[in-house]
């Protein structure tokens, strides 16, 4: 049972932080060509696909984490370096609560009512946003991966 969860948990991680990666590193500059209308139109079509599935991936993470800690490392007590990769973790989960709630909202709906200006007022604070989960998730991932090893 360890083992399903451990892989449900990289995966989770794994997928989470490297399509933020994929977005920051990849997406955002190749599609600075684009319009204001059709960047944001983009951006939200990209942010609401890949939002529906970061709510599964945390639910994963957390159930597959906390489930490891209990049944394999005893619980909180003997954690040990789990304790970092919880708070991190955690940390990434609030920030992107964060964005989900407020600059995602404004833009998705700037973009249905067809306020351009408002939903590229938005884009800059969602970038910052997704900057900060990416370096975050990265650190979760370290911590997590290198384990008693750091």
Known sequence: MIGVLK?????????WIGGVFYAYVVLRPSVSYLSGPDRV???DRVF???F?????????LLISGYGMLFSAFGGFA?????????LFGW???IVFAVLAFGPYRKLHAAVAAEDWADAGETIPRIRRLVHVILWLGVV???VG???SYL
């Open 7 to 15: 892989v449900i948990h990289l995966l989770a991680a794994v997928l």
């Open 78 to 86: 003997s954690a040990g370096y789990l304790h970092a990769m919880q």
């Open 52 to 60: 529906r599935w970061v709510w599964v991936l945390i639910a994963a």
């Open 41 to 43: 139109t983009l951006w």
């Open 140 to 142: 979760s991932i370290v």
């Open 91 to 93: 940390l990434t989960i």
């Open 48 to 50: 609401t696909r890949f």
């Open 145 to 147: 991966g290198g384990g």
